[in-house]
């Protein structure tokens, strides 16, 4: 694996089951627990981010940080990250021990709770690691929860994705979540702005989303995203752009069931693909996928 790739890799199955898990899958935070070792790879981490987030993040995952109780000097209490989120958008963050199966992801999203992995990465695997630990999922996803169009989007996904599973079409919806809050970017006027919490979280991806000239960016189309594959272990090749951060509500808004039944023939397309009928921002020239065509 590249040591370049800082990005995480979401498995769609659950690692393995937790010793005497909860039906829901959530721990202690455990946050007593956390060694110094553990404190100084999250403040090594957040540091570099937060220095190269200006710029580069959009104005709600900016706004959303600088409300949040968080610092390099510590791995966040996830209740007092609680307290605030609340307070904002009415989401907590539950802790987990690492994937959580999809209904029971879907469950906890449904209802305002983000399960947030309890464990941090080793500072040997700095740039690149299986699952979403805290710094992924804390640092990445929670700034975007303060924000109420985000927190309805990511609770409207929840519940359609327990209605996705039993239509069998999980898959498709997955990729809606992949590309808006994993990978998404927003088009600000003061320029190209990263709101998806895997590119947040990821030094080379924030950098290589927005300056690179390698990967397509594409205007978000429903269908188009729910047609179009991803990767998930190395940077994507293409990146959709939402106009504004209000899409989202239109999107939680959206009665996918039309889509899943144009969705049971026609065609997938591949991360890399470029249709004539795609609204482009940016048509990338390949040269990274090129250069490092499989990395496995
Ligand atoms: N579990 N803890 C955790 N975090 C995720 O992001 C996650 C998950 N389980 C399933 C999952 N994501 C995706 O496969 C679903 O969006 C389909
Ligand atoms: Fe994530």
């Known amino acids: 694996m590249n040591a370049d790739n800082d990005k995480v890799r979401h498995g769609l199955a659950a690692g393995p089951a937790a010793a005497s898990q909860r039906a829901d899958w959530t721990v202690d935070q455990g946050w007593a627990a956390y060694t110094a070792e553990q404190h100084a790879v999250w403040k090594t981490l957040y540091e570099r981010q937060t ?50 199966p999809d209904d029971v992801f879907f469950d906890h999203l449904a209802n305002r709770r983000f399960p947030s992995g309890n464990f941090i990465r080793g500072a040997h695997e700095l740039d690149y690691l299986e699952e979403p630990d805290v710094f992924h999922d804390v640092f990445g996803h929670v700034p975007m929860l303060m924000n109420p169009l985000m927190a309805d989007f990511i609770q409207a996904y929840g519940k359609g994705g327990l209605r996705a599973q039993s239509l069998g079409k999980l898959t498709e919806l997955a990729r809606v979540y992949w590309y808006t809050v994993e990978f998404g970017l927003v088009q600000q006027t003061d320029g190209l702005r990263i709101y998806g919490a895997g590119i947040a ?14 990967p397509n960016r594409i205007a978000f189309d429903l269908e188009r995203v729910m047609r179009t594959n991803y990767r998930i272990d190395d940077f994507q090749e293409v990146y959709f752009v939402l106009d504004d951060l209000q899409d989202l509500l239109a999107l939680a808004n959206t009665e996918f069931a039309p889509y899943y039944v144009r969705l049971d023939g026609g065609p997938t397309y591949m991360p890399g693909d470029m249709l004539t009928t795609d609204k482009v921002s940016h048509r990338g020239t390949g040269n990274y996928h090129r250069a490092a065509p499989d990395k496995h």
Request: glycine share 6%; with cysteine.
């Open 51 to 100: 220095r190269l987030l200006p710029g580069l993040a959009c104005d709600a995952f900016v706004d959303g940080m600088n409300k949040l109780p968080m610092s390099a000097e510590r791995i966040p209490n996830f209740e007092e990250l609680s307290e605030t989120l609340h307070a904002a958008t009415g989401w907590q963050i539950v802790a987990v021990p690492g994937l959580v």
């Open 201 to 214: 979280s990821s030094l080379s991806e924030s950098r290589f989303s927005i300056q690179s000239d390698s």
